[in-house]
């Protein structure tokens, strides 16, 4: 028999005042190590553990790649890391993008649900999209308790509602409530029944950790579906076997369909951004070459160049509404 002493904890927007909220709560002789990924910008420095040291009675450090985890510690992933956990240490690798970000919460789900099985606790709080929820989902199924944040008083509530609407959670919780919860669950004796033997987990944090071996394999689960990774143009794959609908590119780019959704709308605005600097870069040339016809008494040409510099402009036009004010593009 063992403790649920693994918590993993992955959150986005908003995350910080709920994570401050969380450690504020629990007790200073915390029985279990927990683990925390925030969506951070690559090039940021974070002070999380200097926030959270404030914040409660508990140690707050970033883990040093291989390092010893510790029950009554928290360990924060720096920014550009994933943080995935096995064998009682933490790995910290800059592993293929999952869901648009590194550090990513499903990469730290995924190697504690592999790992420890029924000894996690994995916790979803407030956060756009549904990073987190695929990783909730494997916890789940490897018997370890799924914890989510009340979506009604989450900052930005994407995460939580998309883990509920994707498997049957064991707990939604108000933040102000969160800590005695994880105190009593921290608690439980549970046998160690479901850790390890799972070579699909496995594989998967292989790729997080850059495993060359993991990624040349052929053998990879899934089909090869009609859709480009956006992080290297390779196909990307989509994965059988899961509830939710999720994808992986040849070097380990990984997507759920929202998060691809989402990179694809943002390669269409930059096309369009792109679409619009052109045609306005075409205008403004086609009038320079007017005033130089006009120089030379060219009248014809003068005002063939002005005809294109009007359409360049006007197609510039509908895409400036567009992209700034959402209109529609009118019929031609």
């Not at 553990?49 to 450090?61: D, E, F, H, M, Q």
């Not at 993008?97 to 606790?121: Q, T, W």
Request: net charge negative; aromatic share 4%.
């Amino acid at each position: 028999m063992a403790e649920r002493n693994i918590i993993v904890i992955g959150c986005s927007v908003g995350g910080v005042e709920a994570l401050q909220t969380l450690v504020a709560g629990l007790p200073a002789k915390f029985p279990a190590s927990l683990f925390i990924v925030l969506h951070l910008a690559p090039e940021t420095t974070s002070v999380l553990p200097k926030i959270l040291n404030r914040a409660g009675s508990l140690p707050v450090s970033h883990p040093h790649n291989g390092e010893a985890f510790r029950p009554g510690h928290i360990y924060v992933a720096p920014p550009d890391h994933h943080l995935v956990i096995e064998d009682g240490r933490m790995r910290l690798t800059r592993g293929p993008k999952e869901n648009r970000h590194r550090p990513a919460v499903d990469p730290l789900f995924r190697s504690a649900a592999c790992y420890y099985g029924r000894r996690v606790i994995g916790v979803v709080l407030t956060g756009a999209l549904d990073d987190g929820t695929a990783g909730l989902l494997n916890i789940k199924r490897r018997g370890g308790v799924a914890v989510v944040q009340d979506p009604e008083e989450a900052l930005a509530e994407d995460m939580p509602r998309n883990a509920i609407g994707s498997m049957p959670v064991d707990y939604v919780v108000r933040m102000a409530n969160m800590p005695n919860l994880l105190t009593e669950l921290a608690a439980q004796q549970v046998s160690e029944n479901g850790a390890g033997g799972s070579s699909r987990l496995t594989k998967e944090t292989q790729f997080a950790e850059l495993d060359m071996d993991a990624i040349e394999d052929e053998n990879r689960p899934g089909t090869p579906s009609q859709f480009a990774c956006p992080d290297c143009g390779g196909v990307l794959w989509e994965l059988t076997e899961e509830e939710i609908l999720r994808f992986r590119c040849r070097v380990g780019h990984a997507y759920t369909a929202e998060s691809l959704s989402a990179d694809q709308n943002d390669a269409v605005e930059s096309a369009l951004w792109a679409a619009m600097r052109a045609l306005e870069e075409g205008a403004s040339l086609a009038k320079r070459l007017a005033a130089r016809a006009k120089e030379r008494k060219q009248e014809r040409i003068v005002k063939r160049f002005l005809e294109r510099a009007k359409d360049k402009e006007q197609q510039a036009e509908v895409l400036r509404k567009l992209l700034l004010h959402g209109q529609e593009v009118p019929a031609a």
